[in-house]
């Protein structure tokens, strides 16, 4: 299918300042109309808090909310809505999982967590926190000298006493997509659990869970073109009903006793208080709006601008790329004798927006040895002119300062 992405950056109204290059979607995207307007209409039409209220509104109200559930499992392909937690964000979602397991009692002390190291700080400090608390032992997979995961030793780390291996999809730093479909299937075989970071993946290609076989799978609304405040947990509904709900209060509960209660069924069990409602109605408005121009169309729209932008980058002298030459939707780089904050203000003062900082991967920067880097992340609201504009620009701001 021929998709006109000109016409799509024109349903971006922030997008439309003159001079204006967006590049930071990794960090959060920018929202379409069909979002801005439909959290908006469901505010001046159909607000009300869901499944407690017995009047039309709340009615209607709950019926958007869980309609935006199923949309999500339909994007992803869960087999049931009932595999879809809204959480406050992707972090969210790791803590829950996290702390739910750690109070099953399911690790004890010496047992092993496998991460890799190029997590985002969501996928490493829970981990850090849970090793902490139960004297657990985190291992790591490593990366090779191509920003690949390096598998050698991935049988060996997945033999007992390991009980968890979790992480990213797509790194973001790095950009690299690892392959988690054969990862997860060797963690099955060893049964360990198993837990996907897809808040770089999701907003860029298809994401299957049934296909990956992955225990757990999150993901951001903020960086697939939804609002901020809202994240999608994904669990196997069988580990779900046995996980203890981790937070305490109203929505959670069936019943309660002074001296104790009852939790909800899934996925309630896990959403107390009252839920991210008209945030979560938007986030079923992006799941539609990503379906509608097709996941595919996506994927290769933003890989052709990751190589693109690579490849201008390539040509200016003392730019050293460190992301991954097969990236999605990013390239991360330094710039050899100038600070990297230097680089992202020059950009800034002429209309680019690129993120600066070690992204959220502290540990990550320490293994390339830097502090800090630039990274232009790429969305569907993007074109070939602006990766133009920022290359040229970019080439002009290093002369200007060597």
Known sequence: MSVDFSAIRQQFPLLQQAGLVYLDTAASSQKPRSVLDGMQKFYETDYSNVHRGAHFLADRATEKYENARTKLAKLVHAKSAREIIFTANATAGINLVARS?????MFESGDRIVLTRMEHHANLVPWLQLAEKYSLKIEYLEIDAEQNLDLKNLDE????????????????????CNPVQHI???????NVITLVDAAQSVPHMKV??????????VFSAHKMYGPSGVGILYGKLDLLKKMPPFLGGGEMIREVRYDGFVPNEVPYKFEAGTPPITEAVGTGLAADFLQEIGMENIHQHDAALTKLAQKHLLKIEKVRIISNPDAIGLV???VDGIQSYDIADELSERGICVRVGHHCAEPLHGLLGIKTSVRASF??????DEIEKFGEVLAEV?????
């Open 398 to 402: 290093i002369a200007e300062n060597v």
């Open 101 to 105: 397991l750690g109070d099953m009692e």
């Open 184 to 190: 997860c299937a060797k963690a099955k075989a060893a």
């Open 379 to 384: 969305g569907i609201y993007n074109t070939e």
């Open 208 to 217: 299957d869970v049934q296909e990956i076989d992955c225990d757990f799978l």
């Open 157 to 176: 780390l997945l033999t007992k006493p390991t009980k968890l291996l979790a992480l990213t999809h797509v790194s973001n730093v790095l950009g690299t």
């Open 332 to 334: 991360t780089f330094v």
